[in-house]
């Protein structure tokens, strides 16, 4: 995992740390994020995580995944 510069614009691939809302409080809290892709000094994301319970949407190599991914 790289480190990011404060300042520098995430690259595709990057793990970053991003502040997320949830959709049914005010509560904001730092979760992991992997940058999908950059464009215009705009970024997309997908959240990450190590708990095997949550369900997610599963990635492959076709879809620009390094390996292929299973939903836990």
């Keep these: 995992m790289k480190r990011m510069r ?3 614009t995430p690259k595709p691939g990057d793990v970053i740390l991003a502040t997320v ?3 049914d409080t005010n509560e904001v809290k730092i ?3 992997v940058v999908l892709f950059e464009e215009h ?3 997309g994301v997908a959240g990450i995580t ?3 319970k949550m369900k997610g949407i599963p990635l492959n190599k076709t879809e620009g995944a390094i390996k ?3 939903n836990a």
């Design 6 to 8: 404060l300042g520098k």
């Design 50 to 52: 190590s708990n095997l």
């Design 31 to 33: 979760r992991p994020a």
């Design 41 to 43: 000094d705009n970024i």
């Design 68 to 70: 292929d991914t299973t």
């Design 21 to 23: 809302q949830f959709t």
